[in-house]
């Protein structure tokens, strides 16, 4: 494993921040339905988890043949973020875990698939955007969203901070991949509500993220070194 030092924790939103991706889910399949695309949330977990909505719509186009076009996505986007308004909640410990690694000296950053507006409004709803202000990072900022390198690399690049110094937090197998591809060390939470998923968990699982973990207390320890990586995954 890479033995430099931690100087940037980057978290991804959905599922790792805010315990979101359950309702994005629920959004998703009934959007998606409304265009004859019948898809449980299982379905839906296992193809556009940490995803962006531009890959989303490949998918959808690729594989059922039909177009999701910007009424669409906006008309999705509109209910989405009225149910965060009143349903979406923080991932518990993780505002008391933020403040930890700021007073030990790391810096933290967020970098999503997600467009800065739900960024914003998500983190904004839940109590915890003052923690990352300005440091909000979207796939709308880089040309190629996770799977690919390019979102992890632009935030390390603005923050100052080495690849190899880097950590992400992720909770999707694209994220997982990112990060790996970044050259960044990753570890994968299991903690959101849609870590049910038998087939979320199982792809999670063959990636072999550095470490996994489900509750953010947990984060600290690797972070700094008070456990070995090891101590951290799941049974």
């Known amino acids: 494993m890479n033995k430099q030092p ?3 924790v ?7 921040l805010v315990d979101s991706e359950e309702i994005a889910l629920q959004v998703l399949v009934a ?3 409304e265009k004859g695309i ?3 949330t299982e379905e839906a977990a296992d193809r556009f988890l940490g995803r962006s909505l531009g890959s989303l719509a490949k998918v959808v186009q690729h594989e059922f043949g039909v177009a999701i076009d910007p009424p669409f996505l906006a008309s999705m986007r509109e209910v989405l973020h009225a149910r965060f308004r009143t349903e979406l909640k ?6 008391a875990l933020i403040g930890a690694l700021k007073t030990a000296g790391i810096a933290c950053c967020v970098a999503s698939s997600s467009q800065r507006e739900r960024i914003e409004l998500s ?3 839940t109590g915890l955007v003052s923690h990352f202000t300005p440091n909000i990072f979207s796939a709308t900022m880089v040309e190629n969203g996770k799977p690919a390198p390019d979102l992890f690399l632009y935030a390390a690049d603005r923050m100052g901070v080495a690849p190899a110094q880097c950590l992400v937090i992720e909770d999707s197998p694209a994220g997982v991949t990112a990060a790996q591809a970044a050259g960044m060390r990753v570890i994968a939470f299991t903690g959101g509500s ?3 998923h038998a087939g979320y968990r199982r ?3 063959r990636l072999d993220a550095d470490a996994r973990f489900d509750a953010m207390e947990n984060l600290l320890h690797f972070v700094l070194g008070a456990r070995r990586p090891e101590d951290l995954m799941d049974a």
Do not use: M, Q
């Not at 980057?10 to 790792?16: H, K, T």
């Not at 923080?90 to 505002?95: R, Y």
């Open 6 to 8: 931690i100087r940037l």
């Open 10 to 16: 980057i978290f991804d939103c959905d599922g790792v």
């Open 31 to 33: 959007a998606l339905a």
């Open 38 to 40: 019948s898809l449980t």
């Open 90 to 95: 923080p991932v518990k410990g993780v505002s």
């Open 123 to 125: 983190l904004t709803v």
């Open 194 to 196: 849609h870590a049910k």
């Open 203 to 205: 792809d999670l699982a």
